[in-house]
């Protein structure tokens, strides 16, 4: 049986707006954890606070720190357009925030022993964005 690509194309890429408070503030060295609580939207601020925590060896905190993350990142990416499927390029820098939300919930996943989430959200990863999974990876 042949598979056949959709000649549409597919979804065009989601780009989420631009929240560039939260992205500066983590840059001039602002604690994640007071720009999550200025911003709780941000996906950005429960990235590196999942980040954080992964690379001090708690890993169950970074588990639930990336999952309030990746949820703020879906909220978003849905009023943007997104339909459940599509490219959300790594190259438009407010999708970072989500798409390192997703890979920092794969790696505690996969800490944990929770194969099926580390899988389900590695491949959603790599759909979504190729170049994240390989710079993220």
């Not at 840059?27 to 200025?38: M, R």
Request: include cysteine; aromatic fraction near 8%.
């Amino acid at each position: 049986m042949a598979i056949h690509k959709d000649l549409l194309g597919g979804p065009p890429p989601t780009h989420l707006p631009d929240d560039p408070e939260p992205r500066e503030l983590l840059a001039n060295g602002t604690a994640p954890a007071d720009v999550a609580a200025k911003y709780p939207t941000s996906s950005l601020a429960w990235a590196q606070l999942a980040d954080e925590a992964y690379e001090r060896g708690s890993v169950v905190e970074s588990y639930a720190y990336a999952r309030t993350g990746y949820h703020r990142g879906l909220d978003a990416l849905r009023r943007s357009g997104w339909k459940g499927h599509g490219p959300v390029p790594w190259e438009h820098e407010p999708n970072r925030g989500f798409l390192r939300a997703l890979h920092a919930l794969a790696r505690a996943a996969q800490a944990i022993g929770e194969q099926e989430e580390y899988e389900r959200c590695a491949g959603f990863l790599r759909d979504s964005s190729e170049t994240a999974a390989k710079t993220l990876g």
